[in-house]
Structure formats: structure tokens, C-alpha cells
T-cell receptor, first 109, second 116 residues
Framework: QKEVEQNSGPLSVPEGAIASLNCTYS??????FFWYRQYSGKSPELIMS????GDKEDGRFTAQLNKASQYVSLLIRDSQPSDSATYLC?????????FGTGTSLTVIP | DAGVTQSPTHLIKTRGQHVTLRCSPI?????VSWYQQVLGQGPQFIFQ???????GRGNFPDRFSARQFPNYSSELNVNALLLGDSALYLC???????????????FGNGTRLTVT
């Protein structure tokens, strides 16, 4: 079982729609969770961090965490073509950061 | 403030050679970690250094080594290069070590290593 699992996609949404990205993790003791955006050929860029159960909103982005279900999600509202990228879920277990394989998102104009 | 800087940006090496990659963290950050990312995969953890001490090592062979200097910059060394070492090597800095839950990673632009 992988430490962090994501649907690899690709996920396509029309411009202006909500994109929903999901991630599950295996280490129940994990305490911090992150979403990174990675454009093709570029390095990952931090877009959200979440540490406690519930929702955290930042602009068009909302991260959701459910520790009981070991589930993290990212919602992107009013999706724009510039949001087209691979989104990486990352989990800090206290000893190591684990990354999922990423979900490729395409926003269609 | 400058972000994480890595050098070189691209490198082409031959099998059996060795390579040294360099990283300077964000000012004030004391932790540097290294990752290997191959196409279509997420970054894989190689090493973490915090306060100049190795604090973690991923599942990589002994051909991989690293160190952190007094100014918190870091080097990753890979010996006896194999074709399979071709990848994007990412350095990330954070203000604290991994045991601090609220210390996200900030990545440099990476070094693209090609082994022929």
C-alpha cells in the first residue's frame, strides 16, 4: 500500500467549474497535509496547507481534511485555464514527506 | 527574499561518473531535503538535513550521499551514475525539521540530470 494515493486523472473541467481533487493516506499519525501545484517541467509550488480537521479556504482554493477517514481533498472554484497543472498531495508523517503521484488537471476554455 | 536556489539547472553525465548538485535554502530556513522525481511520479524522498545533521534517509542506495554546511546550504552527491538516475532532483527547504508539523517544504527549480 502506498503512503499517499491520488487519482492520476487526467481530470478535465470546463472554465468556471469546480475541480475536485482527492487524496488518501495510510499513516494515521500524520499531522500535516499539503497541496502543491506543478506545471509541466517546473518544480512543485505550495498552494495550501492544512493541519486540523475541517475546511480551510484561501481565495479560490479550499482544502478539506478528515483524519478519521484519512482523506484530504482540494476544491478549486471558478477554475481557470491557468489552473491546468498536476496537483500533488503531500503528507508529513513526522519523519518524512510522502507525495502522491499527482492528479493532472486540464481546464478547458 | 530569494527562494531556494539550485545549481546547475541541467546536467548531462555518462554512466559511471559522479555528480554534485547544490542547493541554497531560503534565508532563515534550517532544514534542507532532497527529492528525486521521475516523469509521471511524485517526488521521492532522498535525504533530510536539519541543523547540519542528517535526520532522515529514503530508500536510495549508498551511491547517494549528502551534507549540509554551516550556512545551511547543501550538496547532494551521486556516485557511479546509472541510466536510471536520470531524473529531476529537487531541493526543498523548511524553517524547521519534519517533526515540526507546521513547516511546509519550499522547492527550488530543480536540477535536470540526464545520464547517457
Amino acid at each position: 500500500q502506498k503512503e499517499v494515493e491520488q487519482n492520476s486523472g487526467p481530470l478535465s473541467v470546463p472554465e468556471g467549474a469546480i475541480a475536485s481533487l482527492n487524496c488518501t493516506y495510510s499513516d494515521r499519525g500524520s499531522q500535516s497535509f499539503f497541496w502543491y501545484r506543478q506545471y509541466s517541467g517546473k518544480s512543485p509550488e505550495l498552494i495550501m496547507s492544512i493541519y486540523s480537521n475541517g475546511d480551510k479556504e484561501d481565495g479560490r482554493f479550499t482544502a478539506q481534511l478528515n483524519k478519521a477517514s484519512q482523506y484530504v481533498s482540494l476544491l478549486i472554484r471558478d477554475s481557470q485555464p491557468s489552473d491546468s497543472a498536476t496537483y500533488l498531495c503531500a503528507v508529513n508523517t513526522g519523519n518524512q514527506f510522502y507525495f502522491g503521484t499527482g492528479t493532472s488537471l486540464t481546464v478547458i476554455p | 527574499d530569494a527562494g531556494v536556489t539550485q545549481s546547475p539547472t541541467h546536467l548531462i553525465k555518462t554512466r559511471g561518473q559522479h555528480v554534485t548538485l547544490r542547493c541554497s535554502p531560503i534565508s532563515g530556513h534550517k532544514s534542507v531535503s532532497w527529492y528525486q522525481q521521475v516523469l509521471g511520479q511524485g517526488p521521492q524522498f532522498i535525504f533530510q538535513y536539519y541543523e547540519k545533521e542528517e535526520r532522515g534517509r529514503g530508500n536510495f542506495p549508498d551511491r547517494f550521499s549528502a551534507r549540509q554546511f554551516p550556512n545551511y546550504s547543501s550538496e547532494l552527491n551521486v556516485n557511479a551514475l546509472l541510466l536510471g538516475d536520470s531524473a529531476l532532483y529537487l531541493c526543498a527547504s523548511s524553517w524547521r525539521g519534519f517533526s515540526s508539523y507546521n513547516s511546509p517544504l519550499h522547492f527550488g527549480n530543480g536540477t535536470r540530470l540526464t545520464v547517457t
